[in-house]
Antibody, heavy 123, light 106 residues
Framework: EVQVVESGGGLVQPGRSLRLSCTTS????????MSWVRQAQGKGPEWIGY??????????ETAASVKGRFAISRDDSRGIAYLQMNSLKTEDTAVYYC??????????????WGQGTLVIVSS | IVLTQSPGTLSLSPGERATLSCRAS???????LAWYQHKPGQAPRLLIH???TRATGIPDRFSGSGSGTDFTLTISRLEPEDFAVYYC????????FGQGTRVEVK
């Protein structure tokens, strides 16, 4: 089955770190760029970052709102993308989605999403 | 760029036509505009990309139109499974999403 599944969410204190995983199956992960999107309660989705495929060196882009705190990586041998979140703030509380990106070097449309994992940042 | 979706909520009956708007504060380059459907507890689903191209497996009652700053998603005849929240998405450099339109049963 073609799918992406996020994991690793939970309750974390402000200032702490958390790493989310995006486990994929059913397609050749190494061929695709991948994006991370989050959605806070009652708000629209927010794009937070993107990692290019190996063809483009696996380089990343991150939104200004998380730059310097969040980092994206990938393990093509395991078909997993990661979102490392450091120095978490209460405003980072959201459902975090991983999505397969149809773009090529530049973020494109998101043609396969996971169901998301909830991150709550609270003391 | 800011994407503004309207209306916030659309109350319609099955069989009716739904017209959802997405307006950008600046031109959307190369019609890099997508639409998604999202139901509670489910993964968002791609409906339209390139403003007008239906994604694989999407019924033809869904159609996208527009260019520049004004885009529309039309559902020609609402089916029971179409009641959900819909988001537009400008991709390319500095991607962003609209705040969503909820299509609810009248």
């Amino acid at each position: 089955e073609v799918q992406v599944v996020e994991s690793g969410g939970g309750l974390v204190q402000p200032g702490r770190s958390l790493r989310l995983s995006c486990t994929t199956s059913g397609f050749t992960f190494s061929d695709y760029d991948m994006s991370w999107v989050r959605q806070a309660q009652g708000k629209g989705p927010e794009w937070i970052g993107y990692i290019r495929s190996r063809s483009y060196g696996g380089t990343t882009e991150t939104a200004a709102s998380v730059k310097g705190r969040f980092a994206i990586s990938r393990d093509d041998s395991r078909g997993i993308a990661y979102l490392q979140m450091n120095s978490l703030k209460t405003e980072d509380t959201a459902v975090y989605y991983c999505a397969r990106d149809a773009g090529s070097y530049v973020p494109g449309w998101l043609d396969l999403w996971g169901q998301g994992t909830l991150v709550i940042v609270s003391s | 760029i800011v994407l503004t979706q309207s209306p916030g909520t659309l109350s319609l009956s099955p069989g009716e036509r739904a017209t959802l708007s997405c307006r950008a504060s600046q031109n959307v380059r190369s019609s890099y505009l997508a639409w998604y459907q999202h139901k509670p507890g489910q993964a968002p689903r791609l409906l339209i990309h390139g403003a007008i191209t239906r994604a694989t497996g999407i019924p033809d009652r869904f159609s996208g139109s527009g260019s520049g700053t004004d885009f529309t998603l039309t559902i020609s005849r609402l089916e029971p499974e179409d009641f959900a929240v819909y988001y537009c998405h400008q991709y390319g450099y500095s991607p962003l999403f609209g705040q969503g339109t909820r299509v609810e049963v009248k």
